[in-house]
């Protein structure tokens, strides 16, 4: 059972433009939500985070919204550059699941189109 | 420089034959996972230790074992490697109770 999905397995968003990716997950126990950006062959890397208490986090290019009646989260990158081609895992814990254990979803290909 | 390093970044094995894939860090993290990746999948947490304290997850296979000798090592053993554990394997750590994990390159692994 996936807990957090990924609908779009890939994504195509020309350069400068606007690129959002989405994520849904299904349980509500969920509080804090990550995502990470993963190059080839290398380790995904942290990128942003939001807490179940907050609706929008910004960082940079990066703003991360949280819709909890919707168990829904976006991560929308404005403006796009080359260097943002990459997968893009959304990733959800929470205070319940003991140790901080991070449930992913299954990526999403961001392809930016100079 | 690098924060978790694993070793080898690709193992080829043969088929029953142990293996062992190795994760080193320098961050001093307390917290050290192992993650199972395959193609187009999410990864999946295989066990973890909270210090010295091993977590196993419910469905991780008993072929899959670890040892963790100190504060900066943690290897992942496979005894009897079968075709379907070819995959990714990704070592991450953590700060206490910090959601945020810091993963390594990964070993791709091959199974022949």
């Known amino acids: 059972d996936q807990q957090v999905k990924q609908n779009s397995p890939s994504l195509s968003v020309q350069e400068g433009r606007i690129s959002i990716l989405n994520c849904d997950y299904t349980?509500?126990?969920?509080?804090?939500f990550l995502w990470y950006k993963k190059y080839p062959a290398e380790g995904p890397t942290f990128l942003i985070s939001?807490?179940?208490?907050?609706d929008k986090n910004e960082d940079g290019r990066f703003t991360v919204f949280l819709n909890k009646s919707a168990k829904h989260l976006s991560l929308h990158i404005v403006p796009s550059q080359p260097g943002d081609s990459a997968v893009y895992f959304c990733?959800?814990?929470?205070?319940?699941?003991?140790?901080?254990?991070?449930?992913f979803g299954t990526g999403t290909r961001l392809t930016i189109i100079p | 420089d690098a924060m978790v390093i694993q070793n080898p970044r690709y193992q080829v094995t043969q088929f029953g034959k142990p293996v062992t894939l190795s994760c080193s860090q320098t961050?001093?993290?307390?917290?050290m996972y192992w993650y199972q990746q395959k193609s187009s999948q999410a990864p999946k947490l295989l066990f973890h230790?909270?210090?010295?304290?091993?977590?196993n997850e419910a469905d991780t296979p008993d072929n899959f074992q670890s040892r963790r000798p100190n504060t900066s090592f943690c290897f992942l053993d496979i005894r009897s490697p079968g075709l379907g554990d070819a995959a990714m394997y990704l070592c991450?750590?953590?700060?206490?109770?910090?959601?945020?994990?810091?993963f390594g390159p990964g070993t791709r692994l091959t199974v022949t």
């Open positions: 991450a750590t953590s700060r206490d109770t910090s959601y945020e994990q810091y």
């Open positions: 939001i807490s179940s208490i907050k």
């Open positions: 230790y909270y210090d010295k304290d091993f977590n």
């Open positions: 349980n509500s126990m969920f509080d804090y």
């Open positions: 990733a959800a814990s929470g205070s319940n699941f003991g140790n901080e254990k991070l449930t």
């Open positions: 961050l001093n993290h307390n917290v």
